[in-house]
């Protein structure tokens, strides 16, 4: 059976990506450093079953543990969805060092130890999907984003360059650009005071983004079938970034 590994898998994308890939048939591990147990409920309703793995990203030592806890509860890894992230908003001359290096620790830190972490379980397994989830943020630029949009820019990067490398072990590197979606995080920062309605405004398809609206792309890369597709960020945002 195919192991499926998602980061931040507690709330919002990360927990309808757990529960869509159970329902898809995948063993699903849920890592985060939340409480899993909701998306453990939403999984089982799936008709599968959560190894829940308390899981901070930042931390070499606890994402090589999880890493672990993994490969000897379910035997392998093949998919790692880097889906944990932070988005404050956060004017740019306000920024600080330190606001600056916690937003690149979880949104870059964390998907490059993940990924090394996994990668000998992907190259032992003969093949292997890694998917970012980055953001529209990268085509668009909005304001009191910038170190948000820099660390995704950043994931960009690392999709690309790392695709280049893991190609010939059948391993694919791909990243997922969701606009922006209604999660419990985003309702009480992005997409508060209007700000899922002005979004919405710009859209091709008008109405506001859900978690779900991503399932489909990302059982898509994460499919077997998709070898040929590497290096690539897929877009998903109703059209309000065209490119
Ligand atoms: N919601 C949106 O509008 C939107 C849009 C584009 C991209 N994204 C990206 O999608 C991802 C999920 O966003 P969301 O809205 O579901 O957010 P969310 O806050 O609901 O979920 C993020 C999860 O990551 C976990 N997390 C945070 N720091 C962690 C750490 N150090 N170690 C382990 N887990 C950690 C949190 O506990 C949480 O469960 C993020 O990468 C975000 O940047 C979200």
Redesign the pocket.
């Known amino acids: 059976m195919t192991v499926a590994v998602v980061?931040?898998?507690?709330?919002?994308?990360?927990?309808?990506f757990a529960a869509a890939l159970a329902g898809a048939g995948y063993r699903v591990a849920g890592?985060?450093?939340?409480d899993l147990g909701e998306t453990g409920a939403l999984v089982e309703a799936e008709g599968g079953e959560l190894l829940r793995v308390e899981?901070?990203?930042?931390?070499q030592e606890?994402v090589d543990a999880a890493v672990d806890e993994v490969v000897t509860e379910y035997g392998a890894l093949h998919v790692l969805v880097?889906?944990?992230?932070?988005?404050p908003q956060l004017p740019f001359e306000e920024t600080t060092l330190a606001d600056w290096q916690r937003i690149m620790?979880?949104?870059l830190d964390?998907p490059f130890l993940l990924t090394r972490a996994a990668l000998p379980h992907l190259r032992a397994a003969g093949w292997g999907r890694i998917v970012n989830?980055?953001?529209?943020?990268v085509f668009l630029g909005p304001p009191e984003l910038v170190a948000?949009t820099t660390?995704?820019a950043g994931l960009v990067g690392f999709t690309r360059a790392l695709a280049t490398e893991l190609g010939p072990a059948n391993i694919t590197v791909n990243a997922i650009?969701?606009?922006?979606?209604?999660?419990?995080?985003?309702a009480r920062t992005?997409?508060a005071d209007g700000g899922f309605e002005r979004v919405r405004d710009l859209q091709c398809v008008p109405r506001i983004?859900e978690?779900r609206d991503l399932v489909s792309t990302l059982l898509y890369v994460c499919d077997r079938g998709s070898g040929f597709l590497t290096g690539q960020t897929i877009n998903v945002?109703g059209g309000s970034a065209k490119h």
């Open positions: 980061s931040g898998a507690a709330s919002g994308l990360g927990q309808a890592l985060d450093v939340a899981c901070d990203v930042r931390d606890s880097n889906n944990a992230g932070v988005y620790r979880v949104n964390g989830i980055v953001s529209a943020v948000y660390s995704k650009a969701p606009g922006l979606t209604r999660t419990a995080t985003s992005t997409g983004e978690p945002d």
